[in-house]
């Protein structure tokens, strides 16, 4: 092929260069394989293609059961009288399902339907539908009828009419009906020419059919035959139900659009109505195209711009190869296997004008493509291209030759482009490459200069690991220039307050966000769904229908964690989210009734989403975007004042509400699904005080206990190895630090009596009471008694004092070690060594701040021993230990 028949389908060349014959060829040859291949559908090789009124993409009957004849009304899945039925039901509150079930099917179109043969004489076209007879045949059956009466009978008549001869095929080339008259016409396309004031004058003899029912031919007279021929060869196919009429285009483009076609039933796709398609068949024949590569789309109807565009885009996968795709300056992901969700393959990478530069940039997002784990969208490609562009655009104005000789770039031209990057973004200045949508250049931020300090750092020493700075002869030098972006600067998103947590979960609240989704969507259900469980954004809105279920009696939700990988992932929800559920199941299933008139198969389930979009979803497969539900979102909060607030909140919200109530990290980051313990610190937000409230919840039986250090109650008990305690177990030790337990020197006392305020009867021996437990907020204060008791057993006299210090502390020993384990097993033992006081904020009291020297202190004992009556000793100054 030809350097000029490799450009990208969207920039063609001049209009009135010929295009070589030998690329038409070639791609008409490839097409024709393609077509005639077994995994094409039948059903589109033909050039007057037939569609079936009850076909699944290209569908065009009305969708009331057994109405299965007429064609739907504009944008509508009713004919035009059910689409007058459907509004007065709709204003009387009926639904769309019920509608679609109870309406009466009306019969066939009287006209537009398939052309059938007269019962009578084969060769011509029946105008008479119902009585299935040509316009002679049935003229004759009125006068007959008129004539006897009552008693005319229809098959009788049949049986003696005499079989009459056809006219033909219509003489218009594009028509593949038969004439019902002398003239040469179809029956539209007779209408058609009166329409257009007959061009060439021509007619028929006054009385024809009498004239050649007596056997005289007849004759068509002609004010100018010539032009009646032009009118005949120009004139566009009539519409037809279910019918596309190829005829009488170039054999390039005819392939193109069947292949188009095909494409189109192969994926997701948006709803193309036959008349759009035959509109724009009709557009291409009227300019002689060649290929729908010559069409401007400048020139087209909206409606054709949409069909051209997504079969251009199914052909460049068929004319172009990955290599080639390269040197013309994009990139198909398609080619690769891979297609990003809403995203079309196609990636135009020619804003880089250096193709040293674009090859580079090429090669490394075809190696991200081939890797075995890619990215989940097409952001990571998006910020690869915008940083090569502001590259390109900045060596275009600063460099030798406009950076396109590589061998010419050194060190300074990198670094004099990083610091322009620096200064555009300290300053707020545009970009020099990269534009918004309305053309108009964008800021330089600071997360875009770091995208793009860190995605052409990673396409430059792509290039030096796969050896192609050498090939090209670029600088090492200007690679190693570049530096990184730097820290990041992301915060991490605060929990809900308590009023605004409120706000958002009062039913009155929620009344007012269901007034932002008139067609119920289904936001306010999403929004509950995202509070209740804490599942990401995406999670929620891309849940299929069957998501719910029970188990042991238990209500659990099925969804896909992709952003770690986990799939099928199932949590518990409160039974409140769990009828929500199954309520917006039955909207769902009831709107896919209501627009197919059945309901869905068990394969459709499984593909279908729980909350499906409007728009370019006819078999509901595809869930409504993020944009769309933080549209809504957005104003709402904005309704109710509150404030900055954003949906992931939510998230981070739950998370601490979690850890306040006793959940490890370790069962924060399996609920959530996070990839690290330190992905959950992210999402976690407490305080010290709550640290210490949740190590609290931690107990082991204390030394003087059975079996010192056995776990007796923790919150986040169920993982990590450790089994939580039975119900009998629970009701017996009765562990409720808020009612239940009283703080004593180094954990708690759950002696009752002592509880409700009685005395001690074992005289406060706490440490040596099975009465008497630890919690995880009380493990330094052991520690520091472990260390004291080891000291005092090395200081011993002999070895026998030593070996029974031991044996009396063995005890608490035990219980010290059942603590560290038990904290260990929850992921909270680092947490809890950081934890050096029960209740730091008590230090700060005014009583805690004061000290006095130990030397007076000393002095008061001595004194004391000499003054029986104790007289008052001056201790000097108390010194603040704030101070």
């Not at 193709?355 to 075809?366: C, E, G, S």
């Not at 009828?579 to 009831?590: G, N, P």
């Amino acid at each position: 092929m030809s350097a000029t028949s490799l450009l990208p389908l969207n920039q063609q060349p001049d209009q009135h260069q010929h295009q070589p014959d030998r690329t038409t060829r070639d791609r008409l040859e490839l097409l024709t394989v393609l077509i005639n291949g077994p995994s094409f559908d039948p059903l589109l090789r033909a050039d007057v293609i037939h569609i079936p009124p009850q076909h699944p993409v290209y569908g065009w009957a009305c969708v009331v059961r057994g109405c299965c004849q007429r064609p739907r009304a504009d944008r509508y899945d009713f004919c035009h009288p059910h689409k007058r039925q459907w509004r007065d039901a709709h204003a009387s509150g009926m639904s769309r399902a019920e509608f679609v079930r109870t309406a009466e099917p009306l019969g066939p179109p009287s006209q537009g339907g398939k052309e059938l043969s007269c019962r009578i004489c084969p060769d011509r076209p029946a105008t008479a539908v119902n009585l299935q007879m040509c316009e002679q045949h049935n003229n004759r059956w009125y006068r007959y009828q008129k004539a006897h009466g009552p008693g005319a009978d229809l098959d009788v008549w049949v049986a003696e009419e005499p079989l009459r001869k056809g006219y033909g095929q219509c003489q218009v080339l594009v028509c593949p009906d038969r004439a019902d008259s002398p003239l040469g016409l179809c029956i539209r396309h007779r209408a058609r020419y009166r329409s257009m004031g007959c061009p060439g004058g021509a007619s028929l003899p006054a009385r024809w059919a009498n004239l050649e029912q007596v056997g005289w031919p007849v004759t068509v007279a002609f004010e100018e035959e010539a032009a009646f021929r032009r009118w005949c060869a120009t004139t566009g196919p009539t519409q037809r139900l279910g019918l596309l009429n190829l005829l009488r285009l170039r054999p390039l483009l005819v392939a193109e659009i069947k292949w188009g076609l095909f494409a189109h039933t192969q994926r997701q796709h948006t709803r193309w109505e036959l008349d759009w398609v035959q509109n724009m068949i009709n557009f291409c024949r009227q300019r002689e195209l060649g290929s729908l590569t010559e069409l401007e789309l400048d020139e087209c109807v909206h409606l054709t711009r949409l069909i051209v565009r997504q079969m251009r885009n199914a052909l460049r996968l068929v004319y172009f190869t990955p290599e080639e795709t390269r040197d013309a300056g994009f990139i198909e992901t398609e080619h690769f296997g891979v297609r990003f969700p809403s995203r079309l393959g196609h990636f135009d990478l020619t804003g880089v004008t250096q193709r040293w530069l674009r090859d580079l940039l090429w090669d490394h997002l075809a190696d991200i493509l081939r890797s075995p784990k890619h990215p989940r969208s097409g952001g990571t490609f998006d910020a690869l291209r915008r940083a090569c562009i502001e590259l390109s655009a900045f060596l275009e104005i600063d460099a030798p030759g406009g950076g396109h000789d590589p061998r010419l770039l050194r060190e300074e031209h990198m670094q004099r482009f990083v610091a322009d990057q620096l200064h555009r973004e300290r300053d707020g200045l545009p970009s020099l490459g990269v534009k918004r949508a309305d053309g108009t250049p964008s800021t330089v931020t600071f997360v875009a200069r770091q995208n793009v300090f860190n995605n052409t750092r990673r396409v430059l020493r792509g290039g030096v690991e796969s050896g192609a700075d050498q090939h090209v002869g670029l600088d090492r030098a200007f690679i190693t220039a570049m530096p990184a972006a730097g820290p990041d600067r992301k915060r991490a998103r605060s929990p809900f307050s308590d009023d605004v947590a409120r706000a958002l979960g009062d039913d009155a609240s929620l009344r007012q966000l269901e007034a932002y989704d008139p067609l119920d969507h289904g936001m306010r259900d999403i929004w509950e769904a995202i509070i209740l469980t804490g599942r990401r954004c995406g999670e929620v809105l891309n849940l299929r229908l069957d998501c719910t279920g029970r188990y042991g009696g238990l209500a659990m939700l099925w969804h896909d964690q992709t952003k770690v990988g986990n799939y099928d992932q199932a949590i518990r929800i409160p039974e409140h989210l769990y009828e929500l559920i199954r309520q917006r199941q039955r909207k769902t299933v009831a709107r896919f009734e209501g627009r197919h008139g059945r309901q869905p198969t068990s394969e459709e389930r499984a593909r279908m989403a729980l909350f499906p979009s409007r728009i370019r979803n006819p078999n509901g497969e595809t869930a409504i975007s993020y944009k769309w539900f933080h549209s809504c979102f957005k104003q709402w909060v904005d309704q109710l004042d509150l404030g900055r607030v954003v949906p992931h909140q939510a998230r981070h919200t739950l998370a601490t509400n979690l850890l306040r109530h006793g959940a490890s990290l370790a069962h924060i980051r399996r609920y959530l699904g996070q990839v690290s313990d330190r992905m959950a610190e992210h999402y976690v937000h407490v305080a010290h005080s709550d640290l210490e409230d949740i190590l609290n919840h931690v107990w082991v039986a204390g030394p003087g206990a059975p079996n010192p250090g056995e776990l007796l109650s923790s919150l986040g008990a169920a993982g990590g190895g450790i089994t939580p305690m039975t119900r009998e177990q629970a009701l017996a030790m009765v562990v409720d630090l808020s009612r239940r337990s009283t703080p004593a020197e180094g954990g708690f006392c759950t002696f009752q009596p002592v509880v409700d305020g009685g005395a001690c009867p074992w005289n406060l021996d706490c440490h040596n009471c099975d009465k008497f437990v630890l919690s995880g907020a009380d493990l330094l204060y052991w520690r520091r008694k472990r260390e004291q008791w080891a000291s005092i057993a090395e200081r011993a006299p002999d070895d026998a004092t030593a070996d029974y210090l031991h044996q009396v502390f063995e005890p608490t020993a035990r219980a010290i070690d059942g603590l560290e384990k038990a904290l260990a097993g929850l992921g909270l033992l680092q947490d809890a060594l950081a934890l050096d006081l029960r209740r730091p904020q008590d230090y700060f009291h005014r009583l805690w701040s004061l000290s006095f020297p130990a030397a007076k202190l000393a002095a008061t004992d001595s004194a004391d021993d000499d003054e029986p009556n104790g007289a008052d000793v001056d201790l000097g100054e108390p010194q603040d230990a704030s101070a």
